[in-house]
């Protein structure tokens, strides 16, 4: 863990009781004298260093020490436009799409998305604030929705669509908005309708399924 989120104000006597106090006490075996990394919800760019001053029963007392400004975020910024697949394999990749920098995700409903399955935004921000904690970044990732391909694109003009074509993505490759489709790919009729965007596909002869397109491509772009 880089540094624990919390969704408390600042304070100079902090005391930490309940999960925060098991993962710190029981998981990470903290004792009296360590340091702790703590950055609040309401100023997430400082970052508060405490120490640790009492552990009595199931409570744990921090001292503020210092702190300072410190923004942690990848160098470009990635908005995937993802067409929805299973629930379970998009919060599977989430840690490592929080990881590698990506900014935004936006889920969209295609023709051949699965729609009975229901994404929980909220469990998904969980998701991405306990990477955060993990990977050190202090940008959460953001997430909306669209009903239709065509309703992204008209938003997103700019977009560059991973396909099956001939053109790969390069090394130097530069943009900062994707979409990349379900299970199946897309429809003979949004192909149809992407044909005026630029169309790429990564160099290999292998299919991948929908998550491991969109970490490739965003580690491409990323990192």
Not at 57 to 81: N, P
Not at 84 to 89: F, T, Y
Not at 165 to 194: Q, R, Y
Request: negative net charge; glycine residues 4%; proline residues 2%.
């Amino acid at each position: 863990m880089i540094y624990l989120l919390l969704n408390e104000k600042k304070e100079d006597i902090l005391t930490i009781k309940g999960e925060n106090f098991k993962y710190l006490v029981k998981v990470r075996r903290h004792s009296v004298g360590d340091s702790i990394d703590i950055r609040y919800k309401e100023n997430i760019t400082e970052l508060c260093h405490y120490k640790i001053t009492d552990i009595e029963g199931r409570f744990l007392t921090l001292e503020l020490q210092s702190s300072e400004i410190l923004e942690v975020k990848a160098s470009k910024e990635l908005h995937i436009g993802w067409c929805k697949i299973d629930a379970k394999s998009v919060e599977k990749m989430l840690p490592s799409l929080s990881e590698i920098g990506v900014s935004k995700i936006s889920f969209i409903d295609c023709e051949r998305s699965q729609r009975n399955n229901k994404l929980d935004i909220k469990r998904l921000e969980r998701i991405v604030e306990s990477s955060m904690q993990q990977c050190g970044r202090t940008s959460t990732i953001e997430f909306d929705s669209y009903k239709t391909i065509e309703s992204f694109i008209e938003k997103f003009p700019q977009t560059k669509v991973f396909d099956f074509t001939e053109k790969t993505l390069g090394c130097d490759a530069d943009f900062d908005t994707v979409l990349i489709g379900c299970e199946g790919g897309f429809s003979p009729k949004e192909k149809e309708f992407l044909s005026s965007l630029e169309v790429f596909r990564l160099n290999t002869p292998l299919i991948l399924r929908s998550e491991s397109a969109v970490f490739a491509v965003a580690s491409k772009l990323l990192v």
